[in-house]
């Protein structure tokens, strides 16, 4: 299992991944699922995974030793827009389902799939995708600017009541991290430690890139914070008035 | 799509289920999922369901009317522990399976089916159990006294941090209601008005069993408070400290 969210705001990028993966419950490893792709100062990419650990390790192979096209070999770093880098990934996750992705699925194992893609090319629009099996993507938006894959559902209600496109960045890597938090508490496949990614827009260089790992001060303070303030919050709100009304 | 949480504590039991149905997102109508069975001062039963509409609607009323058994037609009230009323309600629901289940897949419509039952018999010990397709079941105890069924994700973070087994049961009732309302807000499937019973352990009478219509001020200021409550705690937590940290 795995968990990642991506913010994209006005301020910039946040995106935030887990490092467990599990086949079974009694084969537990930690893997990055986070990948920065950088060209400095010119192209910063984030790519976040979910799915079959073999397959997104293919992928990501590909992806920087550079792949056959029409124009000879290219890599993701190769491509001139964020868009035109999304349609190559979908390409190359494409090539991988026919080589590897049928065979794998024919041994029995499940291949969901799923990518978190996002970044900025210098002077062009900053984006972020999420990516499918097919290859397909969808773009957040300032109405929906936070995109998740894998374990997403418990870790969803705090980003729906808390993201707005116009909060603060170092905000939306707070919110980002309380989901995560959630998830880990009901999902033993998602566990520490974590890896996450900040990019102010045209900034043009990571704000951040770095490894929370078990036991780090400030995410285990804010467990402990969230935890008290849910716990007061349930407790702040009035008892049902509703009395004895028989049936 | 459902949502139902049983809770069941020292002091007793509390049954939330909301009235939801869908076929697709386009045929969305409102049907009770939580059912009482009542033979006053002696048997109280709650019965939640999930799954197949057409399905659960034909096993309440096999668990109504009477199911044939080798001591003659016997219904759910005629059981005489809880414990072999789960039993009985196992054996409807395979019979149920047997004889419209196996149709039903092979139509091609999935056959998810969960159940929360719950209650007392006079002088006996207070139960509730989740029950599977199977007619197999789990019983809640004190060290997990929630049980849910249906898209029980989004609601499970606030019943994981707050329900101990020796909270008061108007507090268990409020926390149900909160993740409940985690759980509307995520998922379209699930939605209002809202039925609960409540059952205080030994009173062999229900203290409540209610419906909590759309626009029901309690509920609407849970929601209201529960929302201003999570954003302030957010935001009481301390911005991050991670600074420009290069790579």
Redesign the interface.
């Known amino acids: 299992m795995t968990y990642c969210v991506g913010i994209c705001l006005q301020q910039g990028l946040v995106v935030l991944a887990d490092t467990r993966t599990n086949a079974g419950l009694d084969n537990i490893a930690t893997f990055r699922k986070l990948h920065?792709f950088e060209q400095p100062g010119e192209k910063l990419f984030a790519l976040a995974t979910a799915g079959n650990l073999a397959f997104t390790q293919s992928i990501l192979a590909v992806l920087r030793e550079g792949f056959e096209t029409a124009e000879g070999t290219r890599t993701l770093l190769d491509q001139p827009t964020m868009f035109r880098a999304a349609q190559f990934i979908g390409e190359v996750v494409r090539h991988a389902y026919q080589s590897e992705g049928i065979a794998i699925e024919q041994a029995g194992t499940s291949l969901d799939f799923t990518m978190l893609f996002g970044g900025q090319i210098k002077n062009q629009a900053m984006k972020l995708y999420l990516m499918y099996r097919a290859g397909n993507f969808i773009e957040a938006t300032p109405d929906t600017p936070y995109l998740q894959i894998g374990e997403h559902?418990?870790g969803?209600?705090?980003l729906?009541?808390?993201v707005t496109y116009e909060m603060d960045l170092?905000?939306a890597?707070?919110?980002a991290?309380?989901s995560m938090d959630?998830t880990i508490?009901?999902n033993l496949g998602v566990g520490m430690p974590l890896d996450f990614i900040?990019l102010r827009r045209d900034a043009m260089a990571?704000?951040?890139?770095?490894r929370i790992e078990p036991g780090e001060p400030?995410f285990h303070?804010?467990r402990e914070?969230?935890?008290a303030?849910?716990?007061?919050?349930?407790?702040?709100?009035?008892?049902?008035?509703?009395?004895?009304?028989?049936?």
Chains 1, 2 share one sequence.
């Open positions: 920065v559902k418990y969803k209600p705090i729906d009541r808390a170092n905000d890597l707070k919110v991290l309380i959630s508490r009901s900040m990571f704000d951040l890139k770095t400030y303070d804010l914070r969230w935890s303030a849910l716990r007061r919050a349930h407790m702040d709100i009035p008892a049902p008035p509703y009395g004895r009304q028989g049936s």
